[in-house]
């Protein structure tokens, strides 16, 4: 991987991750588009934009992590706890499934389901606004939709905060307990693919690696914030009109 290869990476990376509108999805249709192996050193290079992902989402949410939250957080570890559980047993037929046609039908179905949502969705005084007052089981219903997006080309992104619209949380605070989730998902992916390829990191090229971190931490941060404006003015059909846009493109060209 050269500078430029490292740099278009980091940005889809910072862009895609927290949209809805699968970061795995658009990585694997770059390294296609590229030439890029998925092999160890490219993970090697994954986890790091991706830890550089999770800081920018800290950040951003830096007073939400306090004790004094314990509550919230508590609710956010119920949601993690159906992936985990999944995740580890499951994973290497997991891993199976990944190839650019399943992303390319998983963006066009998630486009859909955007847009119906919102075709139906109504705005009502009954919809939890804050996100420490989404419910325990509020949490487990954002948790179990998270699930399908271990379907790659689906969005972790996506699926929680549909799961989160369909429980009763606005776009905003279902935006924010999906990013908010996203710290300890990321963070224990991103930690066992560290613990798995540690040694690809003896021989990396630290230089693409360093400014892919950079990258991906700096449009992550500017990608996260102005979504949050933009979802309190706008609904999700943009994103719904894009997915079937981009995966049908796919189609067409794989």
Not at 159 to 171: F, V
Request: glycine share 8%.
């Amino acid at each position: 991987m050269d500078i430029f290869q490292s740099i278009i990476i980091g940005i889809i990376e910072g862009v895609t991750e927290f949209l809805p509108i699968s970061s795995t999805g658009h990585m694997i249709v770059a390294s296609e588009f590229m030439g890029l192996p998925q092999d160890a050193a490219m993970i090697a290079y994954e986890v790091i934009i991706q830890f550089a992902a999770i800081l920018a989402v800290i950040l951003i949410y830096k007073e939400k992590i306090s004790f004094k939250k314990v509550d919230l957080w508590m609710k956010l570890m119920a949601a993690f706890m159906p992936m985990a559980i999944v995740g580890f047993i499951f994973k290497d037929q997991i891993k199976a499934l990944f190839s650019v046609e399943v992303v390319a039908w998983m963006f066009i179905v998630g486009g859909i389901i955007f847009l119906i949502v919102e075709y139906f969705y109504k705005a009502q005084p009954h919809h939890v606004k804050e996100v420490e007052k989404t419910t325990y089981k509020q949490a487990m219903w954002v948790g179990f939709a998270q699930l399908f997006s271990f379907i790659p080309g689906t969005s972790r992104a996506g699926a929680t905060i549909i799961g989160g619209m369909l429980a009763g949380l606005d776009r905003k605070t279902a935006s924010d307990f999906s990013f908010l989730l996203a710290i300890p998902v990321m963070g224990a992916v991103s930690s066992y693919d560290l613990l798995k390829h540690y040694h690809e990191f003896a021989g990396a090229n630290w230089s693409t690696f360093i400014i892919g971190f950079i990258v991906a931490f700096v449009v992550a941060y500017i990608t996260v914030k102005v979504f949050l404006v933009f979802i309190q003015k706008f609904s999700f059909v943009p994103f719904g009109i894009y997915r079937i846009v981009f995966g049908v493109f796919l189609l067409m060209v794989t």
